[in-house]
């Protein structure tokens, strides 16, 4: 009985390891499994920086933004360089216009000086000035010391620079050095006045039937005064320069210069001063102009000076 109670409590004993066994084992197996088991292919976990060649640019897509306004810049208003050529008429201009022109040249110019009805600009002339001697005669007051028209002229800075100079060299017998003469004298006057426009008027006209009852010189003709204008004309293009063409609006149907213009053949009446200004206001060149009031046409002539 205990024998075959041994065998038996062996068999039970054996059953009850077993199963205890089979027990521990699906415990253990579970957790081997959960341990033995290849990890999961978990899908990478993203880097918070990524290849750059898989990271797009970071394109920020900026907020409409409201476009400051660039100021629109005005651009420089450039001056107008100086006037070159033969001028041609335009709108007439305020007398204030010449506040900053001068004037150089003979008795002639002096005339358009005291009768003309030009106050603002500045006059360096003087009776029996030529090309010849401009830079040479002491005839200019400088603060009590007599100086030549040039070096009265470079005492100050002009915008505009008018000439008139040829009655008192048609005497001469070359029209060729007067022209030499002068371009020269251009040049001289460009150096001293750079950047002003220099204004070459045309010889006006005399009228021959008058004068030579005044005595005028009788080389002093209309004939000669178209050679030594051509000379004039032919200076300012050689230098690039104002050519204005007074002795136009002078010349009457007798190619001469009208009787009731002049004195004495070569000088001009009042009348004939203020039609020389008027050509000036309307052949300035000038971009700016503005028009101006009509100027009195006072008809009492100019006493004649001898010489001009």
Known sequence: MGKKLGHRGRALALAAALLLLSACGADANGDATTARSPAPETEPVESAVQPAESTPPLETESAPETETPVPETTPPVEEDGPVTGLVAEGPAVEESWF??????????????????????????????????????????????????????????????????????????????SFQDAYAELVDQIRALEPDATIYLQTIIPVNETVGAEKG?????????????????????????????????????????????????????????????????????????????????????????????
């Open 99 to 176: 506040a900053d022109a001068v004037f150089l040249g003979d008795s002639r110019t002096d005339g358009l000086m005291l009768f003309s009805g030009i106050k603002s600009a500045t006059f360096i002339s003087h009776q029996g000035l030529s090309v010849f001697n401009i830079d040479e005669t002491d005839c200019i007051d400088r603060n009590g010391e007599k100086v030549t028209v040039l070096e009265a002229l470079a005492d100050q800075q002009f915008a505009k620079v008018y000439l008139m100079l040829g009655v008192n060299e048609l005497g001469y017998p070359s029209v060729k």
């Open 216 to 308: 005028m010189s009788k080389y002093i003709t209309n004939a000669r005064i178209k050679e030594y204008n051509a000379a004039i004309a032919q200076v300012a293009e050689d230098k690039d320069v104002a050519l204005v063409d007074v002795a136009e609006a002078f010349w009457d149907e007798n190619d001469s210069l009208p009787a009731d213009y002049t004195s004495d053949g070569v000088h001009l009446t009042r009348a004939g001063y203020v039609h020389w200004f008027e050509y000036l206001q309307t052949h300035t060149g000038s971009s700016g102009e503005t028009t101006a009031d009509p100027v009195p046409t006072p008809s009492e002539a100019v006493p004649a000076e001898s010489g001009s």
